[in-house]
């Protein structure tokens, strides 16, 4: 995990509700839960009426670690950083919410993470407690709900094996061709990866330091496996960076 030192005995601040700058578009309008998320169109629509739309500037604050889980997020356009403060002040960035992602699934009474904004960022905000009636109003939406939580709990163990197994080479690999499957099915370049995150981000996401972060996108570049473009990496190796990332 990360040894990035935070500041520790960070004070609750009680949530407060979203200032009226943040509404877009009111409540209904078509098209507000992202094209992006797995769901069918059926439940797409069905959440519609639900749903209230938010903006945040880069480097803003959606949620914070274990504030009242008052909403659940479905993500629009941008990304979110989600991590944990640990009692020793480091940070553990657990992972990233791109659009089609829905953020506070777990049900949980506080929210286990912070959700920080990496840019410009647009999600659907949906009251906990009106989007837990209808969830289980509805079973079809029920069930790709549990879905989309089972493929998060399969991540999560995939990070779980390759914090504790894997070489810097390996994780870095691996962290790129998860990106790579995570754009295709939002449909973006598969080739040129952006990569809204900082390099630390990365770090403290796969428990490395930045300088070995910085040192493996660097060798990974001069092998040409990937070239390192503004604003993120072009691979140019496919199979050797899936090879790398085998389990």
Known sequence: MSIHLLPVGRPFVP???????????????????????????????TLEPLSRRVSLDQKETLFGQDEP??????????????????PDGRRQVTGFAFPGDFVGLS?????????????????????RLAFRDLVCRQPGLMMHLHEITGQE???????????????????????????????????????????????????????????????????????????IVPGGVRVIDQSRLDLLSAH
Do not use: W
Request: charge should be positive; include cysteine; hydrophobic fraction near 40%.
């Open 69 to 86: 889980a008052c909403s659940v997020f479905n993500v629009t356009s941008g990304a979110l950083r989600l991590y944990r403060i640990l």
């Open 15 to 45: 949530p407060v509700p979203i200032p009226p700058s943040y509404l877009l578009d009111g409540v209904g309008k078509a098209r507000l839960v992202s094209l992006s998320t797995a769901l069918p169109l059926a439940e797409r629509d």
């Open 153 to 227: 709990l399969s991540r999560a163990k995939d990070m779980m094996m390759l914090l504790g197994r894997r070489t810097a080479d390996e994780r870095i690999a691996t962290f790129l061709t998860g990106l790579q499957e995570r754009y295709v099915r939002i449909g973006r370049s598969s080739v040129t990866l952006e990569l809204p995150m900082g390099r630390l981000d990365i770090a403290d996401h796969l428990g490395l330091t930045i300088e070995t972060v910085s040192r493996t996108l660097s060798r990974l570049d001069r092998d040409r496996c990937i070239l």
């Open 107 to 127: 049900m949980l009474d506080r929210y286990a993470v912070s959700a920080d904004s990496l840019g410009p960022v647009t999600a659907c905000r949906f009251e």
